[in-house]
């Protein structure tokens, strides 16, 4: 439960949502007290090694290589100290869930937090025919516009999954109702890269989907439909992804990644976790003085943490990917495993969305595909653990019949 609280906490952020809990230190608290419990209950707490887990330690390793060759310690400190007690806390909780209910325990803290900005945000771009933007929850990781609309594109496919899992209809339907209007949301986000995940999304949903032409139609019928609702300034902004040349905000994201991209080949470890600095961009960009962030989780790790530090972070992602393959290929065909098979796609789905819209937008530390990491993971370890054990009983049966010791002739 520390576990899932911790989730909750993160993705959600309900404390930022009160009055006075804003200022206490909620999240350490939640943190703290499941640490302590963890140590106390050991016997509950397991690790299994994977690849994908594998590159993540190196992952972090690296980063405080990087952080500590910088030579501007004070200037990286806090950004380093939040993403080393993210990537701890998913450390804890990857070891906290054991079974396949924790898993979806998981799934659902995910999604349901991530729905609770979908929901509120797709209702009011309806009603607001798309006038304004949708932003996320001030001072976390989605707070921006584009932010907040990537993480609901990536909580999309986990709703169609925990769909799949319950039996009550109205539940069932109210969860495509949420699937709709956190769509609704990224539009209303009026990210252009948003709107480049969100199609990328949909995409491979349909591949993924095991009826295509029932999605397909529902695709094709939702889309008109949403798109018809945004008012024409939305039209006019995603337009300028065609003519990106005309585009301010466009072009800085192209001198930050210029920028970036100067910088790895000029310095092996990077230039750490601040890089949209005044010194880095009169050296490396080609516009000195547009300074902005990189807006792209690829271009803020190369600049960050160089081209070793982006061959981790591409090959940790595509492990991961590996991993869900892996699981989907064990439970083709089997419907007791039909759960496991639809999660597997889903996370993929979700990565899919991650990868793309990631290209123009800067979440390189989300956890929410950490701990999406941390389900596909389980999820193998449950699935051969117990392919392991039938394997185990067949072999048992199939064992000679050995004659009791007190058997007369």
């Known amino acids: ?69 910088s030579g501007a310690l004070a200037e990286n400190y806090e950004m380093w100290t939040k993403v080393m007690k993210i990537n701890f806390m998913f450390f804890i909780v990857y070891g906290l869930i054991i079974t396949r209910k924790q898993v979806d325990f998981v799934v659902w803290a995910i999604a349901l937090s991530l729905c609770y900005y979908g929901v509120k945000g797709g209702v009011f771009t309806i009603l607001t025919a798309g006038a304004h933007r949708v932003w996320g929850p001030d001072g976390t990781f989605i707070g ?131 890089t949209a600095t005044q010194a880095f961009f009169m050296q490396y960009a080609p516009n000195p003085y547009f300074i902005q962030g990189a807006h792209s989780i690829y271009f803020q790790v190369l600049g960050q943490h160089g081209f070793i530090g982006l061959f981790i972070y591409l090959a940790m992602w595509m492990s991961t990917w590996m991993v869900c393959n892996r699981i989907r290929s064990m439970t083709k065909g089997n419907p007791e495993k039909s759960n496991a098979h639809l999660l597997a796609s889903m996370i993929q789905v979700s990565l899919a969305g991650f990868a793309v819209g990631g290209a123009f937008l800067g979440l390189a530390y989300f956890d929410v595909p950490y701990f999406l990491m941390a389900v596909a993971l389980r999820t193998l370890w449950i699935e051969e653990t117990e392919a392991n054990e039938r394997l185990t009983v067949q072999a048992g049966n199939k064992m000679p019949y050995a004659a009791s010791p007190n058997t007369t002739k």
């Open 1 to 69: 439960m520390g576990a899932i609280l911790w989730i909750v906490v993160s993705v959600l952020n309900p404390h930022l949502l009160g009055f006075k809990m804003a200022t206490q230190p909620v999240a350490a608290a939640v943190a703290g007290t499941t640490v302590f419990a963890t140590l106390i209950r050991r016997a509950d707490f397991s690790i299994p090694w994977r690849s994908p887990l594998v590159w993540f330690v190196i992952f972090n390793l690296w980063m405080c290589i990087t952080y500590l060759a």
């Open 144 to 274: 921006g516009n584009n932010e907040i609309a990537l993480a609901l594109i990536i909580g999309i496919p986990l709703l169609w999954y925990l769909r799949q899992t319950i039996e009550q209809r109205w539940f069932r339907h109210a969860l495509v109702a949420s699937m709709v209007l956190c769509a609704a949301a990224a539009l209303g986000s009026h990210s252009r890269g948003a709107l480049l995940a969100l199609i990328a999304m949909a995409v491979f949903f349909w591949i993924r989907s095991p009826n295509k032409f029932r999605i397909g139609l529902f695709l094709l019928l939702l889309a008109p439909l949403l798109l018809g609702l945004m008012a024409e300034h939305w039209e006019e902004r995603m337009a300028t992804i065609q003519s990106y040349q005309d585009d301010q905000s466009a072009m800085g994201r192209i001198n930050a990644w210029w920028m970036a991209f100067n910088l790895a080949k000029d310095k092996v470890f990077g230039g750490s976790f601040e």
